[in-house]
């Protein structure tokens, strides 16, 4: 089973998002997808509960199950909260073969990534490559100055840029109403399915998937501990 992980100690910057976007991106292609929510705000699942029955079918898994999904899943994604350090954070990397950062185009996100990305780096699961951490800049407006500023920021790590999504409305609309971006038509949503393709490519390929080959038991000790179990 695959296991990708959205993950930025800094609250605001999308995680639910692009989980949400990913999870039904790959409903399409034909994944049994798994979302797990360890975010206390449960917004994810509040997402879930809203999901149309004649969209692509997606699983809610409680955080003190995501260890164990059902067996049909192949593909589970997490959707960490805000303020992941520590213990809890490096378990869930080891846990997971890709993760995804989301870095906002602003002054106070951007330093908040870089000291989040800095220590990732130090995480031996990333340091060994058998987690592999993709960025995407999330919400950007390419003809602004802070726009330039990020893509310059993003360049300065050795990690990949996988990914620049647009500030659109289209995001805000089809969480409403428990979608996302790739259940939408494409008259409404042809630019935001060019923008995920870069995405979804990274995530296709081999370059993606680290060996993640942390037992299931020291998930489901993180997942206990955030959920205070």
């Known amino acids: 089973m695959r296991t990708i992980a959205v993950?930025?100690?800094k609250g605001g910057c999308g995680k639910t998002t692009i989980a949400t976007s990913l999870a039904s991106a790959l409903a399409w292609e034909g994944h049994v997808v798994a979302?797990?929510?360890m975010d206390p705000q449960q917004s994810t699942n509040d997402w879930l509960k809203h999901r149309?029955?004649?969209y692509p079918a997606l699983t809610g898994i409680d955080a003190d199950a995501a260890a164990r999904p059902p067996s049909d899943v192949d593909t589970l994604i997490i959707d960490t909260p805000?303020?992941?350090a520590g213990n809890e954070l490096e378990q869930i990397i080891k846990r997971a073969q890709t993760v995804l950062v989301p870095v906002l185009p602003s002054p106070v996100d951007m330093r908040a990534a870089w000291r989040f990305l800095s220590h990732l780096q130090e995480i031996r699961a990333v340091r060994n490559s058998?987690?592999?951490v993709g960025l995407i800049a999330n919400r950007v407006r390419p003809q602004t100055i802070i726009y330039r500023e990020l893509t310059g920021f993003l360049e300065g790590f050795r990690v990949p840029v996988i990914g620049q999504l647009r500030d659109s409305m289209n995001y805000v609309r089809a969480f409403e109403k428990g979608l996302a971006v790739a259940d939408l038509p494409p008259y409404l949503a042809f630019h935001d399915w060019e923008e995920w393709e870069p995405v979804l490519a990274w995530i296709r390929s081999k370059k993606s998937?680290?060996?993640g080959?942390?037992?299931n038991s020291l998930l489901a000790a993180a997942m206990q501990r955030l959920t205070g179990g």
Request: charged share 20%; no cysteine.
């Open 7 to 9: 993950i930025n100690a």
């Open 35 to 37: 979302l797990a929510d």
């Open 52 to 54: 149309p029955e004649n």
């Open 82 to 84: 805000a303020g992941l």
């Open 130 to 132: 058998d987690t592999i």
């Open 209 to 211: 998937q680290g060996k």
């Open 213 to 215: 080959a942390s037992p």
